[in-house]
């Protein structure tokens, strides 16, 4: 009888707790609503985030064409002064910039000129969008529904002297909603190329974020335009959105100059570019209408400000993570965290009260070894004494730069040798025969893009470099690396940046130091304390048996769940502009990419 009293008096204190632990949870979201609601500060975001412009009111805030108009009119003079060409010279300082982020070749003759400001636009002879492909070539063979988004043409007043060319010709590939198909940028460049004697400069122009852009090598291939010439060189220099809002509508709307009905149109359409669509009968919002395609500096400034706010960071995280169906979690009775914020909190309390961890050995059991496979573990670093406890030892340093990977650092030491012996790509091939034969699939050799397709090159695990039919395998064992070296010839060699290193990056705070390694690695650590392995809430019970303070799965209630639900709902928009927000200003590589699928899942739910 006593034994059952007894296991009726735990199961009763254990529905208390759990009942305690609710109300706790629905009080905390019910506070931070509260807090939400009457922060004066949130109203003036929230009203400006949920503001209607006049292209949504009509629904055409994602029709490709409409934008098309906007960019032509912009370039065209519609808003300034052609003899001032303040626009023009904007416009072309984004393309000088991209193509040699690119590798895209434009004559150094008009880049100095567009530098200097020494390129006289005497007038704009043409301008069209939606152009039939055919007219321009005069060539009825083509396809009358080819079409070119924008052309525009130039008379010059100076000659460009390279090319002996007075003419500019820009041509234009506007994607909105969509990427290319049916190697579109490739047909406009056959069709086009020389038509009529002129410098020209093709654009291909989509809302893909600038970050991306400053990292080509990285964007994905059908993200970016296929056109090649015949030697295989890129031609399409690829900018974005974002470019044309920051250097060309902002500072017309800032023009003091500008009359009041330009002034509402630039308005109201750098508020079309910087919110998501809104529903309307002739337009379907779905992930790729919602998604953002550049926003000012003014709406970056107003959100991270309303995201330093701990309590709207905190009712934000939570309504995502329910959004997204992610388990929440509670430490030290403080409900509803990330597993990260928990992980956090746990550390943090641990080393306060205890000095060190118990062992290094502890963390690499829940972690896993030091290896490529286990690229992001646990570090603790206690500053007050200067004593690191956790290290990584897995990143690799060529010529006083870390990479992840020898692959990476290949890639650079391959692109200083070609732009050192002034390489050829089919030189650097060759090169590399003397090892490899790319008759059969070595493990380990470099692969011309004409020998594979790309469905052959993904299968076997092959990374691109910047250079267009270079292929480098993923896998590179060490002793390969000495052969490599002598062809090479600079040097070249992998080794692991040592703990001292490290040390110094994270505690001196000398910030010249920091400019020779990977900024996207390390910005993260700098300043902190801790970092975790992505993945790491599936160690949750290997991690409480080392610390003895437990991170537990956090329950909430029905109401919890509604009120969460219709707060996601009901500010669907302010959270969508905050995780673009985010994802600009994260420096955290493994951070930055786990935002960048929360905002893709966001859009589609």
């Not at 009726?8 to 949870?25: C, P």
């Not at 190697?183 to 460049?189: A, E, N, P, V």
């Not at 993200?223 to 900018?239: E, F, R």
């Not at 965290?337 to 963390?363: C, H, I, M, P, V």
């Given at each position: 009888m006593e034994k059952i009293t007894n296991f009726?008096?735990?199961?009763?204190?254990?529905?208390?707790?759990?009942?305690?632990?609710?109300?706790?949870?629905a009080s905390m979201i019910e506070n931070l609503l509260s807090a939400f609601n009457n922060?004066?500060?949130?109203?003036?975001?929230?009203?400006?985030?949920?503001?209607?412009?006049?292209?949504?009111?009509?629904?055409?805030?994602?029709?490709?064409?409409?934008?098309?108009?906007?960019?032509?009119?912009l370039l065209a003079g519609r808003y300034f002064d052609l003899s001032k060409k303040a626009t023009l010279m904007h416009f072309l300082d984004i393309v000088v910039m991209r193509a040699k982020e690119q590798g895209v070749t434009i004559s150094q003759d008009f880049c100095n000129l567009v530098l200097t400001r020494s390129l006289q636009v005497d007038s704009l002879t043409d301008k069209?969008?939606?152009?039939?492909?055919?007219?321009?070539?005069k060539n009825d063979s083509i396809d009358k529904k080819e079409r070119l988004d924008v052309y525009l043409r130039y008379n010059l007043a100076n000659t460009i002297k390279s090319s002996k060319n007075k003419v500019i010709e820009i041509f234009i590939e506007n994607k909105v909603l969509s990427m290319e198909h049916?190697?579109?940028?490739?047909?406009?460049?056959d069709a086009c190329s020389d038509g009529r004697k002129a410098l020209q400069l093709f654009i291909y122009l989509s809302p893909i974020n600038p970050r991306s852009l400053s990292n080509y090598?990285?964007?994905?291939?059908?993200?970016?335009?296929?056109?090649?010439?015949?030697?295989?060189?890129?031609?399409?220099?690829?900018?974005?959105?974002?470019?044309?809002?920051?250097?060309?509508?902002?500072?017309?709307?800032e023009e003091k100059q500008m009359n009041n009905r330009d002034a509402v149109i630039l308005e109201e359409y750098a508020s079309c570019l910087e919110l998501p669509a809104l529903p309307d009968n002739d337009e379907k919002i779905g992930a790729k209408e919602l998604s953002i395609m550049a926003v000012s500096d003014y709406e970056k400034q107003l959100l991270l400000e309303f995201m330093s706010n701990e309590d709207n960071a905190r009712l934000l995280e939570t309504a995502v993570n329910h959004h997204l169906q992610r388990e929440l979690y509670?430490?030290?009775?403080?409900?509803?965290?990330?597993?990260?914020?928990?992980?956090?909190?746990?550390?943090?309390?641990?080393?306060?009260?205890?000095?060190?961890?118990?062992?290094?050995?502890?963390?690499r059991d829940i972690f896993g070894a030091q290896n490529g496979g286990a690229r992001f573990l646990i570090y603790v670093v206690k500053e007050t004494n200067e004593k690191l406890y956790y290290i990584p030892t897995h990143l690799f340093e060529y010529n006083g730069k870390a990479y992840k990977t020898i692959t990476d650092a290949l890639?650079?030491?391959?692109?200083?040798?070609?732009?050192?012996e002034r390489k050829t790509i089919s030189d650097v091939i060759k090169d590399f025969e003397c090892i490899y034969s790319r008759q059969k699939f070595h493990p380990h050799v470099f692969k011309d893009n004409a020998d594979l397709g790309r469905d052959t090159i993904k299968a076997i695990h092959y990374s691109q470099t910047s250079f267009t039919g270079l292929y480098i395998r993923d896998d590179i064992s060490q002793d390969k690396l000495t052969k490599i070296n002598e062809i090479l010839g600079n040097g070249f060699g992998i080794k692991p940046i040592s703990a001292q290193c490290y040390h110094e990056l994270l505690l001196c705070g000398d910030d010249t130091l920091w400019d020779c390694y990977d900024k996207s690695l390390f910005n993260a650590l700098k300043g902190t304390s801790y970092y975790y392995r992505k993945g790491a809430e599936r160690q949750i019970e290997a991690i409480n048996r080392v610390l003895p303070m437990p991170i537990q799965n956090s329950s909430l209630t029905n109401a919890d769940c509604d009120l969460l639900e219709r707060f996601y709902a009901n500010n669907r928009k302010l959270i969508i502009s905050i995780y673009r927000i985010l994802i600009e200003n994260e420096p955290d590589l493994v951070v930055y990419n786990q935002r960048k699928e929360d905002y893709k899942k966001l859009l589609k739910n």
């Open positions: 009726l008096a735990k199961v009763g204190a254990k529905r208390e707790q759990e009942m305690t632990q609710k109300q706790i949870g922060n004066p500060r949130n109203s003036k975001v929230v009203e400006y985030i949920f503001r209607q412009n006049l292209f949504d009111m009509i629904g055409k805030s994602r029709h490709e064409m409409v934008h098309s108009k906007m960019i032509a009119e069209q969008t939606e152009y039939p492909l055919c007219d321009y070539a049916d190697q579109q940028t490739q047909k406009y460049y090598a990285e964007v994905p291939e059908d993200m970016k335009p296929t056109c090649s010439d015949c030697s295989g060189n890129p031609i399409y220099v690829h900018i974005c959105y974002q470019d044309i809002l920051d250097k060309v509508i902002m500072p017309l709307i509670s430490f030290g009775g403080d409900n509803c965290l990330s597993f990260e914020a928990s992980l956090q909190a746990a550390l943090r309390k641990y080393t306060n009260e205890n000095g060190e961890l118990k062992s290094q050995k502890d963390f890639k650079v030491a391959v692109k200083d040798y070609i732009s050192r």
